[in-house]
């Protein structure tokens, strides 16, 4: 029943969240020879593998697994898999589910090493000693399983509290990594091989009779593989020794110290994965390199397959050889990276992501991923003009701005030289009249209208900020706010780009919680807010007012981005979540990686959470991480009659309430305000995405107090509901 109840608390929580990432740094693989189970830093992928590789199903946070980094995986006799995380202790995977489990969280280390089994046994390996879990012969039924622990302060012959690599041997029913494992020449009793930093522990399955091999050869077991006639092979930084219960020998001795990642054995052959090369040795110590890369996992059937590194954002995914043939290469569909710099949704309900790189990663509607690459590099900032064309800054001496046509499918470029500072755009920003704004390294700012025209502005009170992704912003009034690391500056060029004689420009810095103004918007009032390391602030003109996790429910204080919607509602992007703020109820709205599908941070990076991005048209969110994007349709399903009208706070006393909100709007809604008299007072524009309007009177001194009318016209026909306005 817990476990139930814990699957649809998660279930619930996921609800409307997608996840983004990639998977092609591949940590450990299990299986058979029709579908392999491949732990990755971005989940768990299941692979088809015949007649030619195909992704069956990928499995992430948001399917249960609790975070995306998997490091080990194992599958048991009924077929489920055990998945150990960085971040979320183990999960388990039921066989033939869409959803993954998490195991008995709080009684195991956050952070699990390594999986693999022996019949009726699951066995961990982690940085807090090794784990048994006792599944009773039930293994979905977690309440009855026994779980012991074994750590050196309880078990001295153990010598590490690290456990870097495990292997079972004379199991007549193992739960195997490799297919290719050939009968044993005798019928042995189980016996678990335990590798760790300080050397060799083997132990009975009783856990009666334990044996040490302190620093055979090197200090840490990092590889671990038995051979047909039962003896061990393992590998350390220094080399191979080989032997069994008795003792040990080396095998081999590298000419330098390497990483070893994972062992396999084919008959004799010994294959050692290490950081630069797989190596094929045999039981008289020859060598012989068998492929080049950053080798993590292997696993040996029919099929040889060869899970590879790479840097963790991005990855080198799968090399595969056949009896016969030579190595194929295999990288799984998905985000070119999972370093997200900046998205943005497009008019064709794409997404497209930026990834510190030329690459872009384009998602589309159906959600699959199609990989773009820019004629530029180091792609920071994307936008979308009013034609659908993507635009993309480029912080690179041999940048500048590059634009995609997603309908003709065609990329074009525009460069200040060809390797100069003009080219390093360190914000950027796109006006309702296709202007594209750039700040450059150079100091200047730079317009580009929508016809390619140019026009250059030098305001002296700028400073060019170390880094880029400093934003622009717009408002009705066409002026144009800028963010940097000095403050919030105010450039009206009074709509006339090409004239200079009556632009007007200032900083404000007075008054905000920081001077470094990371994120900039403009609200339907034309209030502008901005993010800082210290907290929130919005000018109304004249100063500003401040928000803070001291004088409101806002989670943290540093903040990254802030947007705000249609319906004036301001959203806050932090280092530890998502902020929502509703100015006309005054209401907060928290999400974290903890009561939402956002992506944890399990590793503690800083600078995790990197981009927000909404679509009102169909209410949603984008928001990048250092490892993935997550997609966060937040639309309510609006009334499709007018029954469900409903306008709140009501009376409305401004000085303690700041607006109305009129809720539950069809799609096609109008909305206007009237006196009692009849005389409109107000139209207000409907977020289409939420069925709601609101009437912000904050600054409005012309509207007085008394009874109004709420009039919502539409397709299904006419509503209208009273309210109170106090005005003290």
């Known amino acids: 029943m817990t476990t139930l109840l814990t699957f649809f608390l998660f279930a619930g929580h996921f609800a409307g969240w997608q996840t983004y990432t990639n998977t092609n740094t591949l940590n450990d693989i299990c299986g058979d020879e029709i579908t392999l189970n491949i732990a990755t830093a971005g989940g768990v992928v299941q692979l088809e593998t015949r007649p030619q590789p195909q992704v069956k199903r990928t499995f992430v946070h948001t399917d249960g697994l609790g975070v995306n980094r998997c490091l080990g995986i194992a599958q048991d006799q009924e077929g489920n898999l055990w998945v150990g995380t960085d971040g979320a202790g183990l999960a388990v995977i039921p066989k033939d589910s869409s959803r993954a489990l998490l195991y008995r969280q709080n009684e195991l280390p956050l952070r699990v090493r390594l999986v693999t089994g022996d019949s009726n046994r699951i066995l961990l390996g982690t940085d807090q000693g090794f784990f048994v879990l006792n599944l009773q012969g039930t293994p979905l039924n977690f309440a009855d399983d026994v779980i012991e622990h074994y750590n050196y302060a309880r078990v001295r012959e153990l010598l590490s509290d690290r456990i870097l690599s495990l292997l079972v041997t004379g199991s007549q029913s193992p739960v195997s990594k490799s297919s290719n494992q050939e009968p044993r020449t005798e019928n042995r009793e189980p016996i678990y091989w335990i590798g760790t930093n300080q050397g060799l522990v083997c132990v009975d399955r009783s856990f009666s009779r334990w044996r040490s091999f302190r620093r055979p050869l090197g200090d840490s077991v990092s ?147 199609r990989v773009l690459t820019s004629p530029l590099p180091h792609v920071v900032q994307v936008r979308c003009d009013s034609k659908g064309r993507l635009w993309f800054s480029h912080f690179s001496y041999a940048g500048g701005v590059s634009v995609y046509d ?111 103004v990371r994120s900039v918007a403009v609200d339907p009032q034309d209030r502008v807010w901005v993010a800082t390391p210290q907290g929130g602030a919005m000018w109304n003109g004249s100063s500003f007012q401040v928000w803070t996790t001291q004088n409101s429910p806002l989670l943290s204080n540093n903040l990254y981005r802030v947007r705000v919607d249609g319906a004036g509602r301001v959203w806050f992007l932090s280092d530890l979540g998502l902020s929502i703020f509703d100015v006309a109820t005054q209401r907060w709205t928290n999400y974290t990686a903890q009561n939402s599908g956002m992506i944890p941070n399990p590793q503690s990076l800083t600078g995790f959470y990197t981009t927000l991005a909404l679509d009102e048209t169909q209410g949603r969110a984008g928001v990048g991480t250092l490892r993935g994007f997550s997609l966060w349709t937040y639309a309510q399903a609006p009334d499709t009659t007018l029954t469900g009208l409903k306008v709140f706070p009501n009376p409305c006393i401004l000085g303690v309430h700041t607006g109305v909100v009129i809720d539950g709007l069809p799609k096609d809604a109008r909305v206007r305000i009237y006196t009692l008299s009849g005389q409109p007072v107000a139209d207000l524009p409907v977020e289409t995405s939420l069925g709601r309007a609101a009437w912000v009177l904050t600054n409005n001194k012309t509207v007085a107090s008394g009874i109004y009318i709420v009039v919502a016209i539409s397709s299904k026909g006419v509503r209208t509901q009273r309210f109170a306005l106090v005005r003290p």
């Open 223 to 369: 590889g671990l593989a038995s051979l047909p006639d039962s003896r061990i092979v393992a590998g350390t930084e220094s080399g191979l020794i080989i032997g069994d219960t008795n003792g040990f020998q080396p095998l081999l001795t590298f000419s330098q110290r390497k990483a070893v990642r994972d062992m396999a054995v084919s008959g004799y052959d010994i294959y050692v994965a290490t950081a630069e090369t797989l190596f094929k040795v045999d039981t008289s110590g020859s060598v012989q390199p068998v492929l080049v890369g950053d080798i993590r996992t292997l696993f040996i059937g029919e099929t040889f397959w060869v899970g590879l590194g790479g840097e963790e954002t991005w990855g080198w995914g799968l090399r595969f050889l056949r009896s016969g043939q030579s190595w194929e290469s295999f990288y799984f569909p998905c985000l070119s990276s999972s370093e997200i710099s900046d998205c943005a949704f497009g008019k064709d309900a794409s997404v497209y992501i930026g990834h510190n790189s030329a690459w872009v990663s384009r998602i589309m509607p159906d959600s699959t991923i």
């Open 406 to 516: 997603p309908m003709a499918d065609t990329w074009g470029f525009i460069q200040w030289g060809a390797s100069t500072r003009r080219n390093v755009c360190q914000a950027f920003g796109l006006d309702r009249f296709d202007t594209k704004w750039v700040f450059n390294m150079s100091g200047a700012v730079v317009a580009i209208d929508s016809g390619g025209r140019q026009q250059e502005f030098y305001l002296p009170e700028l400073v060019p900020p170390s880094g880029g992704s400093y934003e622009f912003a717009f408002d009705g009034h066409n002026r144009v706010w800028l963010g940097l690391s000095n403050g919030l500056e105010e450039f009206d060029y009074g709509g006339t780009l090409f004239d200079q004689s009556d632009d007007r420009h200032i900083l404000h810095s007075a008054g905000l919680p920081a001077t470094e």
